[in-house]
């Protein structure tokens, strides 16, 4: 592996360290942020650079947590805080709903402004 990352790598990693403590966004999300790409893509450079960066805040739309990495993503929303809820079945899941962010100022704890439906 080049030690010099692709360009889009670069920005789609520099989204995922931009999301706050306790906060996540989609593959889908990170994509319509930057203005370029898809899911699939976001996803691919997650799966081959993620691991330097906060990857268990970028995550699939439905909220489960990224399979095989279950056990160690619930780790780290524990300690975040991050919403979670249970399915009919009584498995985790993030409660998406709270714990989407959406890149814009006062979501991320910076500036003491949390938006109401993230609390």
């Given at each position: 592996m080049s030690e010099e990352l692709p360009a889009y790598a670069e920005r789609v990693l520099e989204v995922a360290e931009r999301i706050p403590p306790g906060r996540v966004m989609t593959y889908g999300d990170v994509?319509?942020?930057?203005?370029?790409?898809?899911?699939?893509?976001?996803?691919?450079?997650?799966?081959?650079?993620g691991g330097a960066v906060p990857w268990w805040r970028v995550v699939r739309a439905d909220g489960l947590p990224l399979p095989g990495h279950e056990v160690r993503a619930l780790e780290h929303y524990r300690v975040e805080a991050t919403p979670l809820r249970l399915t009919a079945g009584g498995d985790p899941r993030l409660d998406m709903r709270r714990a989407r962010w959406d890149g814009s100022p006062g979501q991320d704890g910076q500036?003491?402004?949390?938006?109401?439906?993230?609390?």
């Open positions: 994509a319509e942020w930057l203005g370029e790409g898809g899911p699939r893509q976001v996803g691919r450079v997650m799966a081959l650079y500036d003491g402004g949390r938006d109401e439906a993230h609390i």
